[in-house]
């Protein structure tokens, strides 16, 4: 196995320059997947399950970070294939729903996709972490063609609820701000916050169905809507409507 085959810690050499090209290959070919799914919807349909769609490669900072934690530390000069079956979320796509029974149809929507290979799914919506942390995780395989050949790349795709993105983007912060060492008060809070943000998901789930099984919206609400109005505003002025068409 020649230096090209193995992890140079802190260096860009050419090996890991392919390493995470090939990853953020992969990223993309899933973030086109993604977006054609949000603009079909968005012009052929009603509504749109995929809010909105981001991605990241991780930095050599946190990734040799993150393989010291899986035990394939840096200096070590692990071979990429050890990295690969270790850290599984170098590439990372993150799509942001309404509702939690959209976070399953966009995983069944592209999990369904014919060259892509779904490897592993962590449920941490129905089984959520211990602090609180709710997404569905899925490590999904897509083939990337290359000049020499066709490659392999694991991508992790999460997919959570707008409340459950709030929720873990303060978690991760608070995390990052304390280095791990997060006061208990603020463990408590955040797990309580957590409640809150599974409930509120549950309520505005039984509202959007309610709402889907009645008649359409009217123009000046779906007006609205397209506007930005917040969804809480958005409710409260279609249930008023659908309480009273007259209004
Ligand atoms: P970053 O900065 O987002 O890249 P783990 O050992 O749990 O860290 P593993 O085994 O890869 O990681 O499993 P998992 O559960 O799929 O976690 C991978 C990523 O999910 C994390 O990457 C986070 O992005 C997100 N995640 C998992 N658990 C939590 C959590 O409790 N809070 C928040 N805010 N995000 C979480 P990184 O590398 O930790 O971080």
């Not at 991760?172 to 463990?187: A, G, M, S």
Request: aromatic share 6%.
């Amino acid at each position: 196995m020649d230096t090209d085959d193995r992890w140079e810690p802190g260096s860009l050499g050419e090996g890991t320059r392919r390493f995470l090209l090939e990853h953020k290959f992969g990223m993309e070919e899933i973030v086109t997947k993604l977006n054609i799914l949000k603009d079909e919807f968005a012009h052929l349909h009603e509504s749109n399950p995929i809010e909105h769609v981001s991605s990241r490669i991780k930095t050599l900072e946190s990734l040799e970070e993150k393989m010291g934690r899986k035990g394939v530390p840096a200096d070590s000069r692990p071979s990429f294939e050890e990295i690969r079956a270790r850290v599984t979320d170098i590439a990372g796509v993150r799509v942001v729903c309404s509702f939690v029974s959209d976070v399953y149809h966009v995983f069944d929507m592209l999990g369904s996709q014919s060259d892509l290979t779904v490897r592993e799914v962590r449920d941490y919506i129905t089984e959520p972490k211990a602090n609180g942390y709710r997404s569905l995780h899925a490590l999904i395989e897509v083939p990337v063609f290359l000049s020499a050949g066709t490659v392999p790349v694991l991508v992790e795709v999460q997919i959570r609820t707008i409340a459950m993105d709030f929720w873990a983007s303060l978690e991760h912060k608070i995390y990052y701000k304390y280095r791990r060492e997060v006061p208990q008060q603020l463990l408590a809070g955040l797990r309580d916050a957590a409640e809150t943000a599974a409930t509120l998901d549950t309520t505005m789930e039984g509202l959007h169905q309610e709402i889907r099984g009645l008649e359409p919206l009217p123009d000046d609400v779906v007006r609205s809507l397209r506007a930005g109005i917040s969804s809480d505003a958005m409710l409260r002025s279609s249930l008023k409507h659908l309480a009273d068409p007259l209004l």
